[in-house]
Every structure is written in structure tokens, then in C-alpha cells.
């Protein structure tokens, strides 16, 4: 080997160990110490000699009492490092803790591809993002506060449907409440407290959550609606309801109130009895045997083909055949079938029909099993099987109904 060549194998034998220690990524973290429910904001960069190709994969370690994520798209730069030039992807996440004290957030895995210039294959890269630590204070003050959020503002707002107003056992409402907060996440924000008093259930939804990341301004948007069942009559009161925040910037705390809501519930109307309830579907099947035996004579016996017919659709009215049909599907738990029966049932009763608390509520069970969001659990129709007995029960207690003849005079 020539003497010459020497000292510039060295060199780039020295150039390569540099651009070796260049890490494949590092993390910046600009604020350590944050307050309840405020957003703590690092970034992670990854370095490359080339173009990124692929999405960055990164494994966000569980963390109880926090909620990690990323916020939109990473921003590509190119740097100067060690001398040499490097493309870096910037990355950016956001924290939010409830728990106060020292927070220690633990390395996690980055995996990540780039290419050698800009053309030819793309090689993987797998790394560690350093673990690092933030400190977690909570207001003074905030001690009797459970979830609590940090932010600059809050707007909180609802609407009602239908809007509150005079009604009758079984009336329902929907509320809807939204609330929107600058530099958090809809998921960061308090959830709506359950909160009501005797002769009110509630039935909360799903909430939804939207985060707006527009110029550099992060809003989050939370979005909730409850379902109230009146169950009692005389004067209810929702009470009212209170979001209390911590204003980091006046570092006061400060609450939005939402005013109590009062209902004047009537008692329900006493139930008509059902146009022919099971009792009676089958309690006419004793004396057909003996209608067809007094009085048929030969000579009759087209108007007899009449009256069978006719006792056939008395014995099955539609009630009948779909309170038959919803006990069915009760019993084998398939809610699409209980929603067909119940539906035929409903309609073939008075126009002025209410069904009780009990049973509306059962009801509202199953349908918010078929068209609300993907259920946790399988539906079960024993509390419908149950309500709907009960309200069987009811009707045949108000009725005093007796059946009337179904069978013409032989010889009118």
C-alpha cells in the first residue's frame, strides 16, 4: 500500500466513528414542571443522512393516571451535525397527568426507515427514546377538586331535547354538553358528572373527542349526551353542574356553571289495558269447544266455516302473536327480533298507550344496544322480559274487560 493513502484511510476511518455516534434520534423536553391536568409538550427527532421512507412506529409506554399521544404531523428539517448534514423528522407528543408528584416517563422504542441519499433501498432503524422525568404540582386549593383541568379558558355549553318543561312519568329528555378548551385534548377534559336525584335516572353516552391543530393553536373538544328518565311524580331537581379549572396564566381557579333544572312530573295516565292481553288469548279456548258443539246442524255449516275463521284471528289477534313473539326473543336474548316484536306490539295498542317507566326504560336498553355505539357486552332480555310481564300484569289490573260473544245468532 502506498505511503499516501495512509493518512486518508485514517481520516475517513475517524469520519465514520463520528457520523457513528451521531444518535439516530434524540428528545427534547422544554418545560420539567407542570400542574395538574396541563399539557407537558416533548419531542422526539429522528436523524437520517437520507429521506425518511415509511411512518415512524413509536410504542408509547402505559402510564397509570396519564394520557400520552402524539399531535400531528412531523415537521422535516435539515441539520448540520458534526459536520455533516442530516434530515431530521421532528415529532411532537403531549402529556397530561392527574397524579401530583415526580413523574418518571421510561424509554421507549422508535422504529423508523430511511434511505441512503434519496434513491435505493430504504434501511430499517429501531432506537430507544431516553427515558426523562417531569414534576407534577397541584394548585393550592385544588385539594376537594377530583379531575381537574388546566387551561387558559373553558366554554362549556348544553342543549336539551325536547327542552325541559312540564311532563308526565316516563317523559324523557336528552342533554347534550360540550366543552372546549384551548392547548388540551378533547380526551384530556373532565368527564360529565353523573348526578341525579331520586326519581331520575340517567343514562350516560359515549363521549366524543376532537382536537383542531390549526397554526400552531391546539383547541380540544369534548362532546356528551345523557339520557334522563322521569320515574316519579312531583318536583324533581337536577342540580346544577359546576366545572372548576386551574387558570395557569392567573393561577387562580375558576369554574363554569351550568344552572339547576326543575321538573314538575305528573303521574302517568293509568294504563289502557292492551287490546287483548295474554290472559285473554288464552282464556277463550275453554268454551270453543263447546260453541261448536251446541246448535251446528248440516244445513249450517258454511256459516260455521264463517265463525271458524273468525275464531281463528280472535284466538291470534296481532297483540298476542307479537307479545308471544317478544317473550320468545327475550328468552333466547336476540335483540333484533325483540326489537320486531316489540315494535308490532306497541303499534297494535290504543292510541293513547304509555308504557311505564320500568318498561320505557327496558326499551331504551335495547335500542341503545342496536343503534348506539359497538356494545361491551351481548344484550340479555330478561330486565325487557321482566318490565314488559309487569306491565301485562298492570293492564289486566285496570281492565275490566270481559269478552263479549264472537259467535252471530244461529237465527238472528
Same mark, same amino acid.
Given at each position: 500500500m502506498k505511503a499516501w493513502l495512509l493518512p486518508l484511510i485514517g481520516l475517513a476511518g475517524l469520519a465514520s466513528s463520528v457520523w457513528a455516534a451521531v444518535a439516530p434520534m434524540a428528545v427534547r423536553v422544554p418545560e420539567t414542571r407542570a400542574w395538574i391536568g396541563q399539557r407537558v409538550g416533548f419531542y422526539v427527532e429522528l436523524r437520517a443522512t @437520507?429521506?425518511?421512507? @415509511?411512518?415512524?412506529?413509536?410504542?408509547?409506554?402505559?402510564?397509570?393516571?396519564?394520557?400520552?399521544?402524539?399531535?400531528?404531523?412531523?415537521?422535516? =428539517? /435539515?441539520?448540520?451535525?458534526?459536520?455533516? =448534514?442530516?434530515?431530521?423528522?421532528?415529532?411532537?407528543?403531549?402529556?397530561? =397527568?392527574?397524579?401530583?408528584?415526580?413523574?418518571?416517563?421510561?424509554?421507549? /422504542?422508535?422504529h423508523f426507515a430511511s434511505r441512503e441519499g434519496f434513491t435505493g433501498p430504504a434501511q430499517d432503524t429501531r432506537a430507544e427514546v431516553? @427515558?426523562?422525568?417531569?414534576?407534577?404540582?397541584?394548585?393550592?386549593? /385544588?385539594?376537594?377538586?377530583?379531575?381537574?383541568?388546566?387551561?387558559? %379558558?373553558?366554554?362549556?355549553?348544553?342543549?336539551?331535547?325536547?327542552?325541559?318543561?312540564?311532563?308526565?312519568v316516563g317523559a324523557m329528555f336528552k342533554r347534550t354538553l360540550v366543552q372546549r378548551a384551548p392547548q388540551i385534548s378533547g380526551m384530556a377534559l373532565a368527564p360529565a358528572p353523573i348526578v341525579a336525584p331520586e326519581g331520575i335516572r340517567v343514562y350516560p353516552g359515549d363521549a366524543e373527542t376532537q382536537d383542531h391543530l390549526e397554526r400552531g393553536e391546539f383547541l380540544g373538544e369534548r362532546r356528551e349526551t345523557m339520557t334522563y328518565l322521569l320515574t316519579k311524580p312531583?318536583?324533581?331537581?337536577?342540580? #346544577?353542574?359546576?366545572?372548576?379549572?386551574?387558570?395557569?396564566?392567573?393561577?387562580?381557579?375558576? =369554574?363554569?356553571?351550568?344552572?339547576?333544572?326543575?321538573?314538575?312530573?305528573a303521574p302517568a295516565p293509568v294504563a289502557a289495558a292492551p287490546g287483548t292481553s295474554l290472559a285473554t288469548c288464552h282464556s277463550w279456548a275453554w268454551w270453543l269447544p263447546a260453541a261448536l258443539a251446541s246448535g251446528l246442524a248440516t244445513w249450517q255449516r258454511r256459516r260455521l266455516a264463517g265463525w271458524a275463521r273468525r275464531f281463528r284471528k280472535a284466538l291470534n289477534p296481532p297483540d298476542c302473536v307479537a307479545a308471544r313473539n317478544l317473550r320468545r326473543a327475550c328468552r333466547r336474548h336476540e335483540a333484533v327480533a325483540a326489537e320486531a316484536a316489540w315494535n308490532a306490539w306497541?303499534? %297494535?295498542?290504543?292510541?293513547?298507550?304509555?308504557?311505564?317507566?320500568?318498561?320505557? #326504560? #327496558?326499551?331504551?336498553?335495547?335500542?341503545?344496544?342496536?343503534?348506539?355505539?359497538?356494545?361491551?357486552?351481548?344484550?340479555?332480555?330478561?330486565?325487557?322480559?321482566?318490565?314488559?310481564?309487569?306491565?301485562? %300484569?298492570?293492564?289486566?289490573?285496570?281492565?275490566?274487560?270481559?269478552?263479549? %260473544?264472537?259467535?252471530?245468532?244461529?237465527?238472528?
Open positions: @437520507g429521506s425518511f421512507a @415509511g411512518t415512524a412506529n413509536f410504542e408509547l409506554p402505559p402510564l397509570p393516571g396519564v394520557l400520552l399521544m402524539k399531535i400531528g404531523s412531523p415537521v422535516v =428539517s /435539515s441539520r448540520e451535525i458534526e459536520g455533516r =448534514s442530516w434530515l431530521v423528522q421532528t415529532h411532537e407528543f403531549a402529556l397530561f =397527568s392527574q397524579t401530583p408528584g415526580l413523574l418518571e416517563v421510561p424509554e421507549f /422504542s422508535v431516553p @427515558g426523562w422525568q417531569v414534576e407534577i404540582r397541584r394548585p393550592p386549593g /385544588s385539594e376537594q377538586v377530583g379531575f381537574l383541568v388546566t387551561t387558559d %379558558a373553558l366554554s362549556v355549553t348544553e342543549t336539551w331535547e325536547p327542552p325541559p318543561g312540564p311532563v308526565r312531583g318536583t324533581v331537581t337536577l342540580p #346544577a353542574l359546576a366545572y372548576v379549572w386551574w387558570n395557569p396564566k392567573t393561577e387562580q381557579l375558576q =369554574s363554569t356553571t351550568l344552572p339547576a333544572v326543575t321538573f314538575e312530573v306497541r303499534n %297494535a295498542q290504543d292510541t293513547g298507550f304509555q308504557p311505564g317507566p320500568e318498561l320505557q #326504560a #327496558a326499551v331504551l336498553g335495547l335500542q341503545r344496544q342496536l343503534f348506539g355505539p359497538a356494545p361491551a357486552v351481548p344484550w340479555r332480555g330478561d330486565e325487557l322480559a321482566r318490565a314488559f310481564g309487569e306491565q301485562l %300484569a298492570a293492564g289486566r289490573a285496570h281492565s275490566s274487560h270481559t269478552p263479549a %260473544a264472537v259467535l252471530p245468532l244461529l237465527n238472528p
